[in-house]
């Protein structure tokens, strides 16, 4: 989630970049403004892969949803997000250990 105490200046961004590096090693996400409006965000790149990976594995199962049929009325939604996440190749949220 955004925090609006993640908003710096670019000013200050470049003139506390050991500062900036250290939070965003911890995972932290920024936003860097010029003249009040944002222009960039920063993270590490292993925030970056983790965000790619969960946007690739939302793609896979809504194309999985989109090919698959309307499961019975009923049918217990966990069983059938199960069957669908298998059929995209897909892993449940959070079974990557991050």
């Known amino acids: ?9 670019l000013s200050h961004f470049q003139q ?3 500062e900036h590096l250290e939070r ?5 996400i920024e936003t860097i403004t010029q003249n009040g409006l944002a222009v960039m965000v920063v993270m590490s790149p292993e925030r ?3 965000l790619v990976h969960l946007a690739e594995q939302g793609r896979l199962l809504r194309d999985a949803i989109r090919a698959h049929p309307a499961p019975e009325p009923g049918a217990p939604a966990g069983e059938t ?6 059929e995209s190749n897909a ?5 990557e250990g991050r």
């Open 1 to 9: 989630m955004h925090r609006t105490q993640d908003t710096y200046p």
């Open 48 to 50: 970056y892969d983790f």
């Open 16 to 18: 506390r970049t050991r």
């Open 81 to 86: 997000i199960r069957v669908l996440m298998g």
């Open 24 to 28: 965003l090693r911890g995972g932290r």
């Open 91 to 95: 892993e449940p949220a959070g079974s």
